[in-house]
Nanobody, 120 residues
Framework: QLQASGGGLVPAGGSVRLSCATS????????MGWFRQAPGKEREFVAA????????DYADSVKGRFTISRDNTKNTVYLQMNSLRPEDTAVYYC???????????????WGQGTQVTVSS
């Protein structure tokens, strides 16, 4: 089970940190990722982190502004979002998969979403 939290209403230029707590999986063996879906658009990849906590990947649209991290002692993955823009408004989903390449395309496990709204 993946439980995302931390969304809300944020002004443009502001910051927010999303968290995703997991249970029922051996967290340290799974790659973790974040996706988002804006109204009227398809869900898109945002960021991913390997189980080793070293390798990370980001969508071009968020590079330099968002940071994904994980705490294997807390079974939790985070997404620090800085310099937010109105176009970052979306429902954000956390995801998990044992295989990193699959994680970024079609992960096996999904959490419920958390809404992030960036006001201009």
């Amino acid at each position: 089970q993946l439980q995302a939290s931390g969304g809300g209403l944020v002004p443009a230029g502001g910051s927010v940190r999303l968290s995703c707590a997991t249970s029922g999986i051996t967290f340290s063996l799974y790659g973790m990722g974040w996706f988002r879906q804006a109204p009227g658009k398809e869900r898109e990849f945002v960021a991913a982190i390997r189980s080793n906590s070293i390798t990370t990947d980001y969508a071009d649209s968020v590079k330099g502004r968002f940071t994904i991290s994980r705490d294997n002692t807390k079974n939790t993955v985070y997404l620090q979002m800085n310099s937010l823009r109105p176009e970052d408004t979306a429902v954000y989903y956390c995801a998990a998969d044992h295989w990193y390449t699959t994680l970024k395309r079609n992960p096996n496990y999904w959490g419920q979403g958390t809404q992030v709204t960036v006001s201009s």
